[in-house]
């Protein structure tokens, strides 16, 4: 049966790599997963992210299967061609830069006092890095030792370390009234937050908006 080819954006990748990591898996279990991983770095809306098995099963590249008693949950499975696909886009050496989206650094655009918004972003990487220093996605999801969990979540813990540090020095240069000291550490600490997955007006990521880079996933049937 001829399939109709789909693009497939960071939400697909997102869902391909949770199943190909759990085998096989509930829209129900790979949103528990996500909420202790990929959520942590990239966001995603969560009707788009429980649409996404189905429109991908229809595509080919997932294998969908429905329970025949009991809840009749339906599960998912990589096919070769979602296989393939999740290969082809790992194998690309490029991705799309990190998108700065950040309401705190606006409000001291428009100018407001930076030290009580800091010191309140300050806490949110305190309370996250403890998060992930106690539990981690690898532990949470049975996936210790395992490479790409495992350099995902130390990134984690050196992005929340460096955040930190870096409103430690704005906030104690904004206190000591050393103008020029803190408008250069607060374009460094914009650096640093530029791993911060920016969020909509809604609170909600355009996650899929970024894909530009990747490359075309082979079709289900083998053709590119």
Do not use: C
Not at 46 to 73: K, M, S
Not at 198 to 210: R, V
């Amino acid at each position: 049966m001829e399939r109709k080819p789909i693009r497939l954006s960071g939400t697909s990748y997102a869902v391909l790599s949770l199943i190909g990591y759990l085998g096989e898996a509930t829209p129900y279990d790979l949103k528990q997963a996500m909420t202790v991983s990929i959520e942590n770095f990239w966001p995603v809306p969560h009707t788009t992210f429980y649409a996404e098995p189905t429109r991908l099963a229809a595509a080919g590249y997932l294998d969908e299967r429905q329970e025949q008693h009991g809840r009749r949950r339906k599960l998912y499975r990589l096919t070769d061609a979602g296989r393939a696909a999740l290969d082809a886009w790992l194998a690309h050496p490029t991705a799309a830069p990190p998108e700065i989206r950040d309401e705190a650094i606006l409000k001291v655009f428009a100018g407001a006092d930076p030290e009580p918004l800091l010191r309140e972003r300050r806490q949110w990487h305190v309370e996250k890095l403890a998060w992930l220093q106690q539990h981690g996605a690898a532990n949470e999801l049975g996936l210790a030792g395992l490479p790409g969990p495992t350099r995902s979540w130390l990134g984690g813990i050196g992005y929340h370390q460096s955040a930190i540090r870096s409103i430690d020095d704005v906030v104690e240069l904004h206190a000591s009234g050393r103008l020029d000291e803190l408008v250069a550490q607060l374009g460094q600490l914009a650096a640093t937050l530029g791993g911060q997955p920016g969020g909509g007006e809604d609170g909600d990521t355009d996650a899929d908006a970024d894909d530009g880079a990747a490359p075309t996933a082979p079709a289900p049937d083998g053709s590119a």
